[in-house]
């Protein structure tokens, strides 16, 4: 006898995402429906403005994911009027997204996922001396004393006593689909609080660039930092040297705790759920549109990241992409609760796109969606009619398939740590494991974007601004232009549609839309529906953490695909089964 199991909304992750699951007689999920539950918005709201005020609206889509969509949008209009930077600007971008990839993976590590990992409550049990022993074996981080971890386990402790586990709460503890020891918990736990106060120095790079965190300021054109060429101490509005150098000190202590905890933690954890590298799979399909460009955008070849399609799981063939091209990028509405002009079944490349809300589905709160019809307010993209899965396992994926060296050689090694081959990857656990590999990567590469940067201080290029096509009396009378990048969560592209110097039209596609989006008119699975019917087993229904361990393995970011609540206002929490 089948079941349905109702999971909403997902929690631990930005924004409102329900998931339901068909299971048979064994608990085996043998269906499932991705739905974003809250309505998209933002397009709408950007017609008839100021392209080069479309970053600051486009921004406030998610808060998370800082300053994705500021990129994102600064760049299609640059992109739509042929409208190049100077290579510091550059540099600064760079360095601005890279410190968001890590700060966004950490974040998500300990605060979002781990707990589907680490029980919590049987870090009651640890004892310190052996915590500390765990530790100490793992690497040389200085906060691994046994008087150390006896005060975390207090902590832990008055949580517990209270009955207000505060951070901690809405897990299922005791559940036994954890495995760590309580050694390994305690230790989880205690890099989880130490990871609060990490992300607060982790973010002084956006400050420090863009004037604050969350959403810093950017300029179409150009970096809104300018840079002053005299040593000293730093004005309030120019960046100096020594600006320069707290930098440089920032992602020291940012890569000191990828390296010495976020690393080893994965690998640990990782070690006790080597099944998790077998379920979770996906649709076998990879996209990245790429970034960290070295020589401007149009020079696709500079990326640190490059761009690319990976189909069935091939790493000896890449494909190439063009997001202008209406034949390659199409969102379908077949099961959303959208209309086309010209049809339900119809595909619109974004240029086209269109925000038209038809709402046909049964008034919340209900019991089941009706997923043979519409079922959410996210979209379905497609390339060339194929569903595509980015984020950071496509990423490594697309970094170890086109040869990147050091790529290849910190993935092999993990790999060779948890004794499992490149197929492991393909996972739940992969794709946990691709966000720490990558953001070791990134982070290393920091340094290297900081060093050019000031080499051309230094050699006196002092410039981060292009004036020349800043007036709108300089553009042509119609502009279209495609802004892309790699968030943390994926790829990521704004298209624009400029006339007379205003936005005629603007469709943002993010990462957890083609990640989250609903069955297409084919019915093909979204990546998160297909992951999920691959060799997942219920353990209890009503405490289903396989569901959240494979969903939260992307790191979901339902914010960014819709972004009004209800009418009521209402948020329930439930988690359901029929």
Known sequence: MSERVVVDPITRIEGHLRIEAETDAAGNITAASSAGTMVRGIETILKGRDPRDAWAYTQRICGVCTLVHGIASVRSVENALEYSIPANAQLIRNLMIAAQFVHDHVMHFYHLHALDWVDVVSALNADAKATSALAQSLSSWPKS????????????????????????????????????????????????????????????IHTIFGGKNPHPNFLVGGAPSPISGVEGEMGATALNILGLQEIRNVINRMMDFVDNVYVPDTIAIAGFYKDWFKRGSGVRNFMTFGDFPGNGMDDTSS???????????????????????PEQIQEFVAHSWYDYSAGKEAGLHPYDGETNLHYSGPKPPYDFLDTENSYSWLKSPRWKGQPMEVGPLARVLMLYA???EATQALTNSVLKQLDVPIEALYSTLGRTAARTLESKLIGDQMHVWLDKLIGNIQSGNLDVHNNEKWEPSSWPAEARGVGFMEAPRGALAHWIVIKDGKIDNYQAVVPSTWNAGPRDAEGKDGPYEAALTDNHQLHDPEQPIEILRTIHSFDPCIA???????PEGEELVKVKIR
């Open 303 to 325: 990326y640190f990241i490059p761009g690319g399609a990976i189909l069935d799981r091939d790493l000896g063939k890449i494909h190439p992409i063009d997001l202008n091209d």
């Open 145 to 204: 004393s046994p008087g150390y971890f006896a005060d975390v386990k207090k902590k832990i402790k008055t949580f517990v006593d209270s009955g207000q586990l505060g951070i901690f709460s809405n897990g299922y503890w005791g559940h036994p689909a954890y495995k760590l020891p309580a050694e390994a918990n305690l230790m989880a736990v205690a890099h989880y609080l130490e990871a609060l106060s990490w992300q607060r120095d982790v973010v002084q």
């Open 402 to 404: 086109t040869g990147h």
């Open 560 to 566: 960014c695909a819709v972004h009004v609540t209800d």
